[in-house]
């Protein structure tokens, strides 16, 4: 367990697999339903703050990242429209959980096309939200519009949050697992509160 616990975090991932690992783990946790457990967020701060400290070009970081995660969000649309209603009576197994697609629902119900957008910044929801609009049959041309704009914002803001950090603060390198529980805590805040309002009611 501690040895795959390890492999997910972004330290080691972006050590061990360097750029272009980087932007294919964002790929895949963008669109790929079975890939929802990878770091996102996290990964785009420390690989910004890794690029502060020299270990990458940070142009090439930004906009790699930028296109892995449109890319992802398009290739999640494309597995809903096809799959279409398949998909909720899926059963569930490791890799799959239906609870995963009733959360990106509530997002839906509340953010409607929006959620594209929001949805970048809440982990599980995040992956699920392509696909969900896949199934659901929105406007290609509508959810290119947003996905373009929600994997801009989101990558622009973790990747550079970590660069800035990294060339103010002295020794960033400490700082990265405080940093990265917090950022870890405040995305999953959106899932707290709607699992809290669901037990209310």
């Not at 809440?122 to 959810?143: H, N, S």
């Not at 550079?160 to 603060?169: D, Q, R, T, Y």
């Amino acid at each position: 367990m501690e040895g795959i616990i390890n492999i997910l975090k972004p330290e080691f991932l972006i050590e061990t697999l360097g750029l272009v690992g980087v932007v294919l783990i964002v790929f895949a946790e963008s669109g790929l339903f079975f890939s929802f457990f990878l770091p996102g967020d996290s990964l785009l701060f420390t690989a910004g703050l890794f690029a502060s400290l020299g270990y990458f070009n940070i142009f090439l970081l930004w906009i790699g990242c930028v296109f892995a995660a449109i890319l992802g969000d398009n290739v999640g649309y494309a597995f809903g429209a096809k799959v279409g209603p398949k998909i909720f009576v899926r059963e569930d197994s490791f890799f799959f959980n239906k609870k995963h697609i009733e959360k990106t629902k509530a997002f839906y119900e509340k953010y409607g096309k929006k959620t594209i957008i929001f949805a970048r910044f809440v982990p599980i929801v995040r992956t699920f939200a392509p696909i969900f609009a896949g199934v659901g049959k929105m406007e290609y041309k509508t959810f290119f519009f947003y996905n373009v704009v929600g994997g801009f914002s989101w990558a622009t803001f973790f990747v550079f949050l970590g660069f800035s950090l990294g060339k103010i603060l002295p020794n960033p390198d400490k700082y990265v697992l405080p940093i990265i529980v917090v950022i870890i805590f405040i995305s999953f805040l959106p899932l707290i509160r709607e699992w809290l309002r669901a037990r209310k009611m």
